[in-house]
């Protein structure tokens, strides 16, 4: 793991949402200040163009080794690389939704565990919607309402990065909770919400000025 990676274990429930709102922050306010020229970059090359572009992320690491697998539809394209990282965002939500369902299944957990496995299901759920309906707006940002439709975008890439934050605060809050779980879906949820956090910082970068 990127050594810049916070580090969530034995954290308060306050600390971890304050992690959250610091993300979500950071990630609006200091992402580059990108043109609204959503063409190819000629003056870079594909690899230079990810990783000078990953570099206005809060995890540029995870950013870069997640997005050069999409090199090929990327180029030097600012939209096509805000599309792959939502699309990574997408897919590590999905996964993360199915993961944990599956463990809220499981016999052998106790009921205050199986009830915060089930909340989470349910957050992660309105966390991949929200990142679908984004994904949809992305196709159609054509026309005078670009503005608009930016900020339909980043208001959704946030909700979902507060969705996966308080799926955390249900393990959080329960101190009576198995260590074991609470790390797994620990680990599980930070992932998901570095994806999306880079998605965020990189799509920002489209409606910047």
């Not at 929200?130 to 980043?154: A, C, I, R, W």
């Not at 990065?161 to 797994?184: I, P, R, W, Y």
Request: proline share 3%; charged share 20%; aromatic share 6%.
């Amino acid at each position: 793991m990127d050594s810049s990676t916070p580090n969530c274990h034995g954290l308060s429930t306050f600390h971890i949402s304050f992690f959250y709102f610091i993300v979500i922050a950071f990630t609006l306010l200091c992402s580059s200040t990108a043109t609204r020229d959503l063409t190819k970059k000629p003056e870079f090359n594909t690899s230079d163009f990810i990783k000078t572009s990953c570099g206005t992320t809060l995890y540029p690491k995870l950013c870069i080794e997640t997005l050069s697998p999409y090199s090929n539809s990327i180029q030097t394209s600012p939209m096509e690389l805000a599309n792959s990282a939502l699309t990574v965002s997408l897919k590590g939500a999905k996964s993360t939704t199915n993961k944990i369902a599956k463990m809220s299944k499981e016999e052998s957990l106790g009921p205050a565990e199986a009830h915060a496995l089930t909340d989470c299901v349910e957050n992660m759920e309105d966390s991949v919607d929200e990142l679908q309906k984004s994904l949809l707006e992305m196709k159609n940002l054509n026309g005078p309402d670009f503005e608009e439709k930016m900020g339909n975008v980043m208001t959704w890439v946030s909700a979902a990065l507060t969705d996966e934050d308080t799926c955390m605060d249900g393990f959080q809050e329960n101190s009576a909770m198995h260590a074991k779980v609470k790390a797994t879906i620990r680990n599980y949820i930070v992932n998901v919400a570095q994806l999306t956090s880079n998605a965020l910082a990189l799509t920002k970068n489209l409606s910047s000025s």
